[in-house]
């Protein structure tokens, strides 16, 4: 069969090759390719600066976003042939810590966890790909390809489920809610906090391309510029970017009371802000700053539940271009309307 694969950390190496077909000890469910999403630890993992192969092989088949189709069921009771189907993407780490044996991998403590596609577990860019039944999750057959979408629904799931369990500590009627970076997280963040009561702002760079209207799509407001220039001051922030100047503003923006979940990562940045002027911001109002990563099975349930209750056009509207396995360096490269790219193996 033919894979997408790497030599991580030696960028130049990525490759659409032939490659053994998966090992049993993958999994017992065999499953075609349908489809995988291409995100920013893609691109950092052919650039050379993260990812690990698997023990003593040198390559890595590279994908964390998949969507395939059930070619065996294997051991698996709950599986049946022709399943569309997900795969988890984190493994819980061997010792294993508190976390990871209770199933929140998620929240894993000592950093040996494995992630397919990323850190020493082959992920989903090839034609067939194996799986532990228990980390099959099985998609709502009417979603088609948007099935993809799951695993970054999943990230926005965990966090927004971190967001709302934080504002039990006190009295807490959020309002408003400001999702920074209109990417695919970030509209995600969009459509689920659109479905609660609150005022939903999004703010991004672009002024034009489809970012716009699929936020007014969910009634919410776009905003360009400045985090600083808003003339409120919201309950509930998800930072989507990672960019330390909007990160900055977002601390000294956020109402009291107030939680800024952050999503993105980045590096270095802004300067604006000096580590005792965050303690002020962060004491004096009594806000919270939480960090959150990763999805445990709960979430990639209710991720799925969620998927499937949304708005189809709308879903279909993220997914502004499918690539094929063999133009696989065009699916990593970033043009300005790109929001969701898809490598499509297989037809639905
Ligand atoms: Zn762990």
Redesign the pocket.
Known sequence: MKAITVEPKKPGTARYEEFPEPDLHEGSVLVEAIAVGVCGTDVEIVEGKYGWAPPGKSRLVLGHESLGRVIDPGTSSSLKKGDLVVGIVRR??P???P??AVGE?DM???G??TERGIKEIHGFMSERWRIEPEYAIKVDPSLEILGVLLEPMTVITKALEQVLVVGQRAFWEPKTALVTGAGPIGLLAALRLSARDLQVHVLDRNETGPKPELVRALGATYHTGSVLDLDFNPDIIVECTGVGSVIVDSIQTVGAGGIICLTGVGAGGAAGLVVADVAAAVVLKNNVLIGSVNANKRHWYKAGKNLARADRKWLSRLITRFEKPENFKQALKRKPDDIKVVIQFSEI
């Open positions: 819980p780490d010792v294993p810590c976390n990871c991998w894993c403590r000592n040996r966890y």
